[in-house]
């Protein structure tokens, strides 16, 4: 195994030594396949070439302080893999499938769980394709789940440090009917023109609105949005946004923090009354926002010092990122520890 900077991982792929797959054929699922091939041999009609039947999920597992390795929350991965391949119609894939692949690829790469301390972890990539052949614009009726795995730094390059971001109006990540609220990769293709961009004009990443009147704060295509104002937690609801296990979560510890918490549509113009102002999701956690700035008009919003992340976004972070490596107590039972 080549040497790893632990402290120097960037959020990227990184080969590991296995992977593993199930077929499904036949209405069922077959056996569990390990491989250390990084190939996988398709159709060149497969329904996810041609037709987007494709669905993913982003966790990640941790080592504690007390060499345990730790995965967060895998059944909410596994049932919003449901709901991706129910949107799409797809074949799903059982929790106890879900859960015995995803525990199996880790403990095959356990070499590859960062050591405690370097606030790094091993990022799992849970992967369901359509594989059967159409030519038609039709469901496939074979399908293949598989899991690959490797570790990772932070998600935005400034790790837990105030970003950038830019709204705006000129692309929708996803229609208010579409395929928003689940994890499929057509969002991310709709996405890209708008985060390339953005990331050339110097911004972290793009905060789109939702598409039907362009009022609303929707999320950040791979992460959702939050802000923080009297003692308060308010996130956007709308169809189009793909519901955050970490922001779930959050929620959750925020309630337990004595926060108020706030699920519902957010106007672009309340951003002036944020005190603080974040983007979560499982690759970045959060990443404080210290500054949003509007394409188009160039109005500029900015969250607190915008140099350092406000003090209640840094204590979600810090219960979050505990109760993940093991740190701190689980009093909800999020954690599962891989035997």
Request: net charge neutral; aromatic share 10%.
């Amino acid at each position: 195994m080549q040497k790893i900077e632990w402290g120097k991982l960037p959020f990227g792929y990184f080969q590991t030594d296995y992977n593993v797959r199930c077929y499904y054929r036949d209405g069922k699922w077959g056996e569990i396949e390990v491989s250390s091939s990084t190939q996988i041999s398709i159709h060149m009609a497969a329904t996810c070439l041609h037709y987007g039947q494709e669905a993913f999920e982003g966790m990640k597992a941790y080592r504690g302080k007390d060499n345990k390795i730790r995965l967060f929350r895998w059944e909410e991965n596994a049932k919003r893999m449901q709901r991706s391949a129910d949107g799409i119609l797809m074949a799903r894939v059982p929790e106890e499938l879900f859960h015995e692949m995803v525990m199996k690829a880790v403990k095959l790469n356990e070499k590859y769980v960062p050591p405690y301390g370097h606030g790094a972890a091993l990022y799992i990539r849970p992967l369901l394709i359509g594989t059967g052949v159409q030519v038609g614009v039709n469901p496939a009726k074979e399908y293949l789940f598989m899991v690959f795995v490797g570790p990772v730094g932070p998600y935005f390059k400034e790790g837990f440090n105030p970003v950038t971001m830019q709204i705006v109006r000129d692309f929708d990540r996803a229609a208010p009917l579409g395929t928003g609220h689940i994890k499929v990769g057509g969002n991310y293709a709709g996405s890209l023109q708008a985060s390339e961009r953005a990331k050339a004009e110097g911004y972290a990443s793009v905060l789109f609105l939702e598409a039907k009147e362009k009022k609303y704060i929707d999320e950040a295509g791979p992460a959702n949005f939050f802000g923080i104002k009297d003692n308060t937690y308010i996130t956007p609801k709308s169809p189009s946004i793909l519901p955050s296990i970490t922001n779930m979560s959050l929620m959750q510890i925020a309630e337990d923090m004595g926060l108020k918490v706030e699920r519902r549509p957010v106007p672009v113009e309340e951003l002036e009354t944020f005190e603080e102002a974040g983007a979560c999701g499982t690759a970045a956690i959060i990443s404080p926002i210290g500054k949003i700035v509007e394409r188009e008009s160039g109005k500029t919003y900015t969250f607190g010092d915008t140099a350092n992340a406000g003090p209640i976004s840094t204590q979600l972070f810090k219960k979050l990122q505990g109760i993940q490596y093991g740190d701190e107590p689980d009093p909800h039972g999020w954690v599962s520890i891989v035997e």
